[in-house]
């Protein structure tokens, strides 16, 4: 069974530009979870979404926005980029009710 | 959720048994322990979890102590690929939330 994905990779911003990250959990899995993190901050959780409502959000400014489709598959977004928001973010799936959570290989955002 | 407390950093001996502390002394009757680990620049991998007992699965096994304050979990053989940033969470598994706080984590460098 596939993992969870994330696309892109790696991506190169500017500051003042915007950004969207996409996650594709694993087949079954309708809870998605986002966390960022950074060198100084570690991992940080951002916002979770389950049967395409936010269930859940962490202590980030309004620039962080997210969204989950029927298919579960989920986008965040980011408004306004600034240079700290330079990190990995990565996504994590699971099934409803589990105790693991599995997580992507992230997504490796520079702003420049 | 409760707070965890870990060493920043040990080392093993390829093939020894790898101990890794995690105190949680003001863990709550219903929030479990999970153990996460994160090799350089991979998303988190999920390990194995416990709420009173003991658990044992392939990849390692988990103590917790009787009054629940503390738990250690033990790789029995440590490999070269077991060099990771190791994460003990206390969650609360009764609610909807799915979201994991990570604290700093302990580095285990494990040495040929």
């Known amino acids: 069974k596939a993992g969870v994905t994330q696309t892109p990779r790696y991506l190169i911003k500017t500051r003042g530009q915007q950004v969207t990250l996409s996650c594709s959990p694993i087949?079954?899995?309708?809870?998605v979870s986002w966390y960022q993190q950074t060198p100084g901050q570690g991992l940080q959780f951002l916002f979770e979404?389950?049967?395409?409502?936010?269930?859940n959000k962490g202590n980030f400014p309004g620039r962080f926005s997210g969204r989950q489709f029927s298919n579960s598959r989920s986008e965040m977004n980011v408004s306004t980029l600034e240079l700290g928001d330079s990190a990995l973010y990565l996504c994590?799936?699971?099934?409803?009710?589990?105790?693991?959570?599995?997580f992507g290989p992230g997504t490796r955002l520079t702003v420049l | 959720d409760a707070k965890t407390t870990q060493p920043p950093s040990m080392d093993c001996a390829e093939g020894r048994a790898a101990n890794l502390p995690c105190n949680h002394s003001?863990?709550?009757?219903?929030?479990?322990v999970y153990w996460y680990r994160q090799i350089h620049s991979q998303g988190p991998q999920y390990i194995i979890h416990?709420?009173?007992n003991n658990e044992t699965n392939e990849m390692a096994s988990l103590i917790i102590t009787e009054d629940r304050k503390s738990s250690t979990l033990i790789l029995p053989h440590a490999t070269l690929r077991d060099t990771a940033v190791y994460y003990c969470i206390v969650r609360d598994s009764s609610g909807s939330a799915r979201q994991l706080t990570f604290g700093s984590g302990t580095q285990l460098t494990v040495l040929p």
């Open positions: 994590a799936s699971s099934l409803v009710g589990a105790h693991e959570q599995f």
């Open positions: 979404y389950f049967s395409e409502t936010q269930r």
């Open positions: 087949s079954g899995h309708r809870s």
């Open positions: 003001t863990i709550s009757g219903n929030e479990y």
């Open positions: 416990g709420l009173k």
